[in-house]
Nanobody, 119 residues
């Protein structure tokens, strides 16, 4: 059974940083694409960033430069380093993964981790 488990969320003041982790377990083969989405209450879900097994990346234009996605293929883990956080970054952040070559991974989802940025 494939599972994605996020960790690292929490409360942080504006200007601070957080590092999210997503560990995949139960898979025989490595995921092609892993990524992060976020959704704030009353808002649409949006793709934050995605990364391929070959380390190619895709970012939301508004977040590129503040957020950095990385992965450790040996650990089947993807990370999201978030810097210079603002209250607008407050959301539930979801990890997603896909065996397909897509910049919008959707085959598997984590439960989400809450990120709250105070002003």
């Amino acid at each position: 059974q494939v599972q994605l488990v996020e960790s690292g969320g929490g409360l942080v003041q504006a200007g601070g940083s957080l590092r999210l982790s997503c560990a995949a377990s139960g898979s025989i083969f490595s995921f092609n694409i892993m990524g992060w989405y976020r959704q704030a209450p009353g808002k649409q879900r949006e793709l934050v960033a995605a990364i391929s097994s070959g380390a190619g990346t895709n970012y939301a234009d508004s977040l590129k430069g503040r957020f950095t996605i990385s992965r450790d293929n040996a650990k089947n883990t993807v990370y999201l380093q978030m810097n210079s956080l603002t209250p607008e970054d407050t959301a539930v952040y979801y990890c997603a993964a896909d065996f397909r070559a897509t910049w919008a991974p959707s085959s598997y989802w984590g439960q989400g981790t809450q990120v709250t940025v105070s002003s």
